[in-house]
């Protein structure tokens, strides 16, 4: 990378090196065990003049997401966080009968299927073939498409703009984010709203939650450099909420500059924030390399002893995340023998790179391991009740991230 993707700057400084992994959602079939896998730098970096942090564009979208192995619908918590939304965002920005929401990578429908149930009209636009089609079947109206200019124009000048536009998730995982939001802004009515959901650069850098840098992911957002990255499409920030989704996010309200008017407060204290903790100096950054590997060191020895004790531990999920983890930290089957999953898709898989079977979640009530590593850690709350009955036999949970704890559940 010689240059910010944002701004076009060529000063862009280190932030951590997780040394060169596969695409994390590219998970094996059995008879693809013997074949070589291609892995790329995973290197972060910051751009010194914007603040955009970003990783090189070695894979494209069309690469990662025209056949797709995250659907959604299988996080109970992440289906109820999206009817939360869908009814607040009615409320917010008064969607009536005749209202038109638009979700760009709009996944299996999670999302836009609460608004079907409000009887209002929605398309999702989602690239993934195979998740595209369960939205389909599910009742979702779906365009099988990638966004950028051309495409959001299309799709106005067929269906109309949108009072909503919704981007949850989205934002990071494109290279062009020029042209991606300007695909928003062709979609969005000229006095509609736009809503962005992106993970938050202050808490990944505070909370150590560096799985959650992939190749599908980009770059990495503070409010700050999110406002310059909306400006490049003609949209202005007007207010933005603080989740605790993935760890910490940002939900970002936006609207066409010429409407948008000026932003809420809640916009100057995150901003006041993320200046504190130095996000726009090079001086928040340079602790992050070492507590990445503390993370690495500590679970490592971890799971070592543990082997040596002769516990068993095993996975629990298998999230793009949790393959920067295992990757990073040199993690195979002789440490954790296998990880379970609630996708039949990813069943008789296995985890790209570290070549860990995926088996069904009921393996684990049928080998009563001592240990339950938790990859997906962002759904802290919903696994430990999930899992509670690994307390009939003792067993404990592990989460690795943002430091190592094990967790005794109750039944």
């Not at 060169?20 to 730098?41: I, K, R, V």
């Not at 038109?100 to 999302?111: I, K, P, Q, T």
């Not at 299927?113 to 009887?119: F, M, T």
């Not at 516990?311 to 930290?329: I, S």
Request: with cysteine; charged share 20%.
């Amino acid at each position: 990378m010689t240059r910010c993707r944002l701004c076009g700057s060529a000063t862009l400084a280190s932030v951590v090196d997780l040394g060169a992994t596969p695409p994390c959602e590219s998970f094996l079939a059995a008879d693809q065990l013997d074949n070589p896998e291609p892995a790329y730098p995973l290197h972060l970096r910051v751009c010194t003049d914007c603040w955009l942090a970003q990783i090189p564009p070695l894979i494209t979208p069309e690469d990662t997401f025209k056949e797709y192995a995250y659907f959604s619908s299988y996080s109970t918590s992440w289906v109820e966080h999206a009817r939360t939304f869908v009814a607040d965002a009615a409320q917010r920005v008064g969607l009536g009968p005749d209202a038109f929401v638009v979700e760009v990578a709009s996944n299996d429908g999670y999302l836009l299927k609460h608004v079907v149930d409000r009887g209002i009209r929605c398309l999702g636009i989602e690239p993934s073939v195979n998740v595209g089609a369960a939205a389909r079947e599910a009742g979702v109206p779906t365009l099988t498409e990638f966004l950028g200019p051309e495409s959001g124009s299309a799709v106005r000048a067929e269906h109309g703009p949108a009072d909503l536009v919704v981007a949850n998730n989205v934002y990071a995982h494109i290279p062009d984010v020029v042209g991606f939001t300007q695909g928003l802004r062709a979609l969005v009515a000229d006095d509609g709203w736009v809503s962005v959901e992106v993970q938050h650069l202050l808490t990944l850098i505070e909370e150590n939650q560096y799985d959650t840098i992939y190749h599908e992911h980009f770059q990495y957002y503070t409010v700050a450099s999110a406002t310059r990255a909306l400006a490049s499409g003609g949209l202005t920030l007007v207010d933005v909420e603080l989740l605790p989704t993935h760890g910490g996010s940002i939900r970002l309200w936006a609207r066409p500059a010429e409407v948008a008017g000026e932003p809420t407060r809640r916009v100057a204290d995150v901003l006041d924030r993320e200046k504190a903790a130095g996000l726009q100096e090079l001086s928040g950054y340079t602790e992050f390399s070492a507590r990445v590997a503390k993370v690495r060191r500590d679970l490592l020895r971890f799971l070592i002893e543990a082997a040596e004790r002769g516990e068993t531990v095993v996975g629990y999920g298998a999230p793009g995340k949790g393959n920067t983890l295992l990757n990073h930290c040199g993690i195979r089957p002789d440490l954790l023998p296998y990880t379970v999953d609630r996708n039949p898709y990813k069943h008789g898989r296995f985890t790209p790179g570290t070549r860990i079977p995926i088996l069904p979640p009921e393996q684990i009530a049928a080998d009563r391991p001592d240990y339950v590593l938790v990859l997906p850690w962002n759904l802290r709350a919903e696994l430990v009740e999930q899992l509670s009955f690994v307390h009939d036999w003792g067993g404990r949970l592990v989460f690795p991230i943002p430091e190592l704890s094990i967790v005794e559940v109750k039944a």
